[in-house]
Nanobody, 120 residues
Framework: QVQLVESGGGLAQAGGSRRLSCRFS?????????MAWFRQAPGKEREFVGS????????SYADSVKGRFTISRENDKSTVYLQMNRLKPDDTAVYYC????????????WGRGTQVTVSS
């Protein structure tokens, strides 16, 4: 009963920045979900990018994006963000947001993704 809709994808220049948003809707409050971003490039496995705790106080990142990407959330807007800085062509992928209820080890809900293309 959860819907996740990503937005903000598009073309970016290497070294540039882009902010993705994922808007949540559902019967359960957004604040009870851990949120994450994943990405998948053609021919590659889906890759964990980062996650944020329910309160937004704790974040975790893949080494490939650490120091460049920042996950945040605004619970009053039911939205999680992925701020991407110093973009690289290797960041080109479809970016998905995901939600996990409570302490579930699985990501229970997924958005449909938004394409990010980084040119040289």
């Amino acid at each position: 009963q959860v819907q996740l809709v990503e937005s903000g994808g598009g073309l970016a220049q290497a070294g540039g920045s882009r902010r993705l948003s994922c808007r949540f809707s559902g019967r359960t409050a957004f604040s009870v979900y851990r949120m994450a971003w994943f990405r998948q490039a053609p021919g590659k496995e889906r890759e964990f990018v980062g996650s944020v705790s329910r309160s937004g106080a704790s974040t975790s990142y893949a080494d490939s994006v650490k120091g460049r990407f920042t996950i945040s959330r605004e619970n009053d807007k039911s939205t999680v963000y992925l701020q991407m800085n110093r973009l690289k062509p290797d960041d080109t992928a479809v970016y998905y947001c995901a939600a996990a209820l409570f302490d579930s080890s699985d990501w229970n809900y997924w958005g449909r993704g938004t394409q990010v293309t980084v040119s040289s």
